[in-house]
């Protein structure tokens, strides 16, 4: 658990969707989007045995991009 606090590692399901269009003869538009649902983990921490760490995270995240072909 101590070392989640530098790389939590909580995720476990996520949902994603994405989509590219393609706009003109050389470019393309793209779109893409992921929702990861709520989770939560909790633990001992090993430098304090009485102590318990609990982590919870949910994201969101959403991409653009434009690209070109020469």
């Not at 658990?1 to 939590?8: K, Q």
């Not at 909790?42 to 995240?61: A, C, K, S, V």
């Amino acid at each position: 658990m101590l070392f989640n606090i530098l790389a939590p590692a909580v995720i476990e399901d996520h949902v994603t969707f994405g989509f590219t269009r393609k706009h003109g003869e050389n470019s393309e538009l793209s779109f893409a989007m992921m929702y990861a649902f709520n989770n939560d983990v909790t633990g001992l921490n090993p430098l304090d045995p009485t102590q318990t760490i609990m982590f919870e995270m949910r994201q969101w995240e959403l991409e653009f991009g434009y690209s070109w072909r020469f």
